[in-house]
């Protein structure tokens, strides 16, 4: 019995640690112009880059998946500021409809102020 729930426990904290993401799960192009050298040396260095600062961050990721979020995250805005082909999504789109107002016509006189102004203090 005692072996059982030495081993659930074992299972269990080994269960809570998250794996660090060794790769980005997205693809990245070379940019404009760089060279196979350039984009395998940029994408070395922004591999380290998120892995470091995901190792060193004092908010570990709470699952696997938000760990590779972050990594891809960081990495993505690595490899973009190295010039390359990072990926966007086709649209852009918004949680609210936006409202478009027309400009109001000109030589409308500034509408009157609603609010009084509040009493000085006496001092």
Same mark, same amino acid.
């Given at each position: 019995?005692?072996?059982?729930?030495?081993?659930?426990?074992?299972?269990?904290?080994?269960?809570?640690?998250?794996?660090?993401?060794?790769?980005?799960?997205?693809?990245?192009?070379?940019?404009?112009?760089?060279? @196979?050298? /350039?984009?395998?040396?940029?994408?070395?260095?922004?591999? #380290?880059?998120?892995?470091?600062? *995901? &190792?060193?961050?004092?908010? #570990?990721?709470?699952?696997?998946?938000? +760990? /590779? /979020?972050? @990594?891809?995250?960081?990495? *993505?805005?690595?490899? @973009?500021?190295?010039?390359? #082909?990072?990926?966007?999504? +086709?649209?852009?789109? @918004?949680?609210?409809?936006?409202?478009?107002?027309?400009?109001?016509?000109?030589?409308?006189?500034?509408?009157?102020?609603?609010?009084?102004?509040?009493?000085?203090?006496? &001092?």
């Amino acid at each position: 019995m005692r072996q059982i729930l030495i081993i659930l426990i074992s299972v269990f904290v080994l269960g809570a640690c998250t794996t660090m993401p060794s790769s980005p799960s997205i693809l990245v192009l070379p940019g404009t112009g760089k060279s @196979y050298d /350039q984009f395998h040396n940029d994408d070395q260095l922004c591999r #380290r880059l998120a892995y470091k600062q *995901i &190792d060193e961050s004092q908010n #570990r990721p709470d699952s696997e998946e938000e +760990g /590779q /979020q972050d @990594y891809d995250i960081i990495y *993505i805005q690595c490899m @973009y500021s190295q010039n390359h #082909r990072v990926p966007v999504p +086709g649209r852009l789109t @918004y949680g609210t409809q936006q409202e478009w107002l027309a400009p109001p016509p000109p030589n409308l006189p500034a509408p009157r102020q609603t609010t009084k102004p509040k009493p000085s203090g006496g &001092d």
